[in-house]
């Protein structure tokens, strides 16, 4: 609504002179081209000058008017965008754009009302111990967002390649081994659906590999803590 900044309209009178001087050049070559074959036509009528030079100055003369009507179109585009620019934005542009506006607005306002409707919540009070999705990632409701440590109970989280599922089932002893001691923790969680292995858990071995989110219930008195890193023995 503003119109054309400064600098553009510089840049457009910039152009204006470039392409009026390329214009004078073009017009130039081509009255020479096209004098020297009203010349040379008259020389090979009187025997002077062989059909094949003719031919290529007449040549010269079609390329020079072919370049000729090309730099005069381009001065008068580049002087038809200048007033364009000095003329300002065109009503009905502005107009769309502000429905375009309005569009943008109303669809925002649909969102928004979407996303009070939905609630993130935690099925118990505890400690995040890994997050499933990056910061911007839109997934749909009903989805784990995140794995939280109970603060009433201590599980241990991993994730098993899918092949090897199947030696894994519930109520199941592990072996659990950290700072060199080792625990036995029962296998309390088992997801029904495959997934990457997310980002911070993931080590050269499991880097873009379909895996499986297993949960093991430690001890009660078992002495890790949240974000401690064990390993898994069965």
Known sequence: MKGA?????????K????AEANYRSAEASYRQAREDTETLTKLWEDGGFSKSELDRTKLRETTAAETFEAARGQA??????LSLLLK???TEIIAMAEMDIKETESRIRQLQEKLSKYEIKAICDGTVISINYNLGTVINAGYNIADISS???KYVVCYVPKKNIMQISYGQLLTIKAA??????EVRFIDVKSQYTPKDMQNSAMKNK??????????ADTPLKPGDMVIVKS
């Open 76 to 81: 008068g585009k580049t002087r038809e965008q």
């Open 5 to 13: 900044r400064q600098e553009e309209l510089e840049k457009a009178r």
């Open 180 to 185: 060199g001691e080792e625990y036995r923790g």
């Open 15 to 18: 152009d204006i002179v470039i």
């Open 88 to 90: 300002g934005t065109d």
């Open 151 to 153: 603060g009433s109970e």
């Open 210 to 219: 379909i895996s499986v989110k297993v949960k093991i219930l430690l001890p």
